[in-house]
């Protein structure tokens, strides 16, 4: 019953982590897109 539990728990932390590094990957795609529209406005100020 204990390993059972034990077993539930780290299953519990595997998806929370699988969430986080879920949060952390659109987290850099806004960063990403927002550079890239850094970018963007950056080619307009040269032109």
């Given at each position: 019953?204990?390993?059972?539990?034990?077993?539930?728990?780290?299953?519990?932390?595997?998806?929370?982590?699988?969430?986080?590094?879920?949060?952390?990957?659109?987290?850099?795609?806004?960063?990403?897109?927002?550079?890239?529209n850094?970018?963007?406005?950056?080619?307009?100020?040269?032109?």
């Amino acid at each position: 019953m204990v390993r059972k539990g034990y077993n539930s728990a780290l299953l519990d932390k595997n998806i929370n982590f699988e969430l986080l590094n879920l949060g952390v990957s659109v987290l850099n795609e806004k960063l990403q897109v927002r550079s890239l529209n850094f970018a963007v406005v950056s080619d307009n100020v040269l032109v």
